[in-house]
T-cell receptor, first 116, second 111 residues
Framework: ELKVEQNPLFLSMQEGKNYTIYCNYS?????LYWYRQDPGKSLESLFV?????AVKQEGRLMASLDTKARLSTLHITAAVHDLSATYFC????????????????FGTGTRLQVTL | KAGVTQTPRYLIKTRGQQVTLSCSPI?????VSWYQQTPGQGLQFLFE???????NKGNFPGRFSGRQFSNSRSEMNVSTLELGDSALYLC??????????FGSGTQLSVL
């Protein structure tokens, strides 16, 4: 059974600081997703990583994927208060030969709190 | 363009009742999947439909069922509700190889 572990579970950081969230998964997959969730809201897609070595950046967030190590990271640069949210990584399981990730297994989430 | 639409937004039911949740995917998206989110278990996959066929199913009891219509709209049904079914139910739609877009969810409370 695929397991996805995130750490840390909770992260309190000051504005302007850098930090990294880690996502480890237990079986081979080349489909890794990062989502953001604000309290009481739905999931917002941040990144889709589809190959080993993939790196994507959007604003102060950068995600990378190492399929050999079964590890993805979400790096936060110079955090701002607006980044406070819960961040989830999710691993996609392809459906047979279609290549479509029809089932996502989510990590436990990292609750990020950026303080002024 | 319009996002994934889920109705109702909130629902209160009592134990033993049944409930039907609705999801309208983004236009052009043929894949619809459902997830349950609870504080204790986190986000768990329920099932996924593509072209009216269930392609994948999570580890949930048979009380949880779903279907997809020819216009890609999907419904999820939970029969004989239990207290533990209280959760946020999220629907997501996608195109192949693309990210999932999630709806706002239906918050179900079972009393």
């Amino acid at each position: 059974e695929l397991k996805v572990e995130q750490n840390p579970l909770f992260l309190s950081m000051q504005e302007g600081k850098n930090y990294t969230i880690y996502c480890n998964y237990s079986t081979t997959s080349d489909r890794l997703y990062w989502y953001r969730q604000d309290p009481g809201k739905s999931l917002e897609s941040l990144f889709v990583l589809l190959s080993n070595g993939a790196v994507k950046q959007e604003g102060r967030l950068m995600a990378s994927l190492d399929t050999k190590a079964r590890l993805s990271t979400l790096h936060i640069t110079a955090a701002v208060h607006d980044l406070s949210a819960t961040y989830f990584c999710a691993v996609g399981v392809p459906f047979f030969n279609t290549g479509t990730a029809s089932k996502l297994t989510f990590g436990t989430g990292t609750r990020l709190q950026v303080t002024l | 363009k319009a996002g994934v639409t889920q109705t109702p937004r909130y629902l209160i039911k009592t134990r033993g009742q049944q409930v039907t949740l609705s999801c309208s995917p983004i236009s052009g998206h043929r894949s619809v999947s459902w997830y349950q989110q609870t504080p204790g278990q986190g986000l768990q996959f329920l099932f996924e439909y593509f072209s009216e066929t269930q392609r994948n199913k999570g580890n949930f009891p048979g009380r949880f069922s779903g279907r997809q219509f020819s216009n890609s709209r999907s419904e999820m049904n939970v029969s004989t509700l239990e207290l533990g079914d209280s959760a946020l139910y999220l629907c997501a739609s996608s195109k192949p190889e693309e990210k999932l877009f999630f709806g706002s969810g239906t918050q179900l409370s079972v009393l």
